[in-house]
């Protein structure tokens, strides 16, 4: 995914008047050129000898990195919406699904529970042969595998369940 990608999509929402697509790419291309900053101020303290051309060149984030700025603003999502369902706010609910829903697309497509379940089983058996066998290192290595296609959560339950803590 490309930023220029992410502005053609803001472009053609506003066009389309889709409010939500306009709100969730302009906060995404925010949260986008934030990183970006940091990016770039990272690399000046740590390695002053860069030209501006090399530093120009440097901040720019590659598509895993963009990835996982979508990874985060999902997550804002779904944490939201857990807080407006605990606080009883069908219609922040609502919206927050929305642009959820929305965000999706920009994601890798996620995996089912039984694909997931699958993936623990395998590390689980893989740890076993070690004699190491926990959560932290089971989460540790399902995590990798699991990344921007899982939602956290899920996964944090299925190898509970899977582990018996």
Do not use: C, W
Not at 127 to 153: C, S
């Amino acid at each position: 995914m490309k930023i220029e990608d992410i502005k053609k999509d803001l472009m053609e929402a506003q066009k389309a008047q889709n409010e939500i697509a306009v709100s969730v790419l302009r906060m995404l291309l925010s949260s986008i050129i934030n990183k970006q900053k940091d990016k770039r101020l990272y690399i000046a303290a740590h390695e002053s000898d860069l030209t501006q051309v090399d530093l120009d060149r440097r901040e720019k984030l590659d598509d895993n990195e963009i990835l996982e700025v979508i990874i985060a603003e999902a997550k804002k999502r779904r944490d939201s919406i857990f807080s407006f369902e605990e606080g009883s706010r069908p219609d922040l609910v609502e919206r927050e699904q929305k642009e959820l829903d929305f965000l999706k697309k920009y994601l890798p497509v996620e995996l089912t529970e039984a694909e997931i379940r699958k993936i623990v089983e395998d590390v689980i058996a893989k740890l076993e042969t070690t004699g190491q066998k926990n959560i932290g290192l089971v989460m540790k290595e399902v995590i990798p595998q699991t990344k921007g296609r899982a939602d956290g959560y899920l996964v944090g339950k299925i190898v509970k369940e899977m582990i018996g803590e």
